[in-house]
């Protein structure tokens, strides 16, 4: 588990999984720059030193609580990225494919929306604060309610 301002390796999360070789099934899932109106020049993420990794430590310990895994990497840019840059990388390995997805899914949703980052994108030549999406919040939601025993609303 890492923030880093270094590029990403795209293969590094399922190469390094595989080598536990206890596996059989490795998810990766890899999060772009995008610029869905073809307006961004760039991102830029910052994020809260210390309180970021401690979050992000917390997500995959809950994780590792709810589905058998026998890996988890999570690696998180800051700075300034390109457009189709990767931003984050989550990959999980566990016996079975479910586990796998399920757990794959439930760190990053509860990533995006409970770890400490903030984004710009730059826009015509001027940063602009990106706001939370609404949909990210459901679905972080959704897996904290059934953890609770209860179903979404």
């Given amino acids: 588990m890492a923030v880093t ?3 990403l390796e795209p293969a590094a ?22 610029d869905e109106q073809g307006r961004v020049e760039a991102l830029h993420l910052e994020h809260y ?7 992000l430590r917390t997500i995959v310990e809950r994780a590792a609580d709810k589905w058998q895994l026998n890996g ?12 189709a840059e990767d931003i984050v990388q989550v990959a999980v390995s566990a016996s079975h494919r479910q586990d796998a997805f399920a757990a ?3 760190i990053m949703d509860l990533l995006k929306t409970r770890a400490p980052f903030w984004k710009k994108e ?7 604060w990106v706001q939370a999406r609404q949909s990210d919040a459901e679905a972080a939601d959704a897996w904290l309610q059934r953890a609770l025993g209860r179903e979404p609303s």
């Fill in 5 to 7: 301002g270094a590029a």
């Fill in 13 to 34: 999360p399922t190469d390094w999984l595989r080598d536990q070789g206890l596996s059989g099934a490795v998810v990766q899932f890899n999060g772009q720059v995008r």
């Fill in 49 to 55: 030193p210390g309180m970021t990794e401690t979050v």
């Fill in 72 to 83: 988890v990497w999570v690696v998180h840019r800051i700075g300034t990225m390109a457009v």
């Fill in 104 to 106: 794959c899914a439930f």
């Fill in 122 to 128: 730059l826009i015509n030549g001027h940063w602009v």
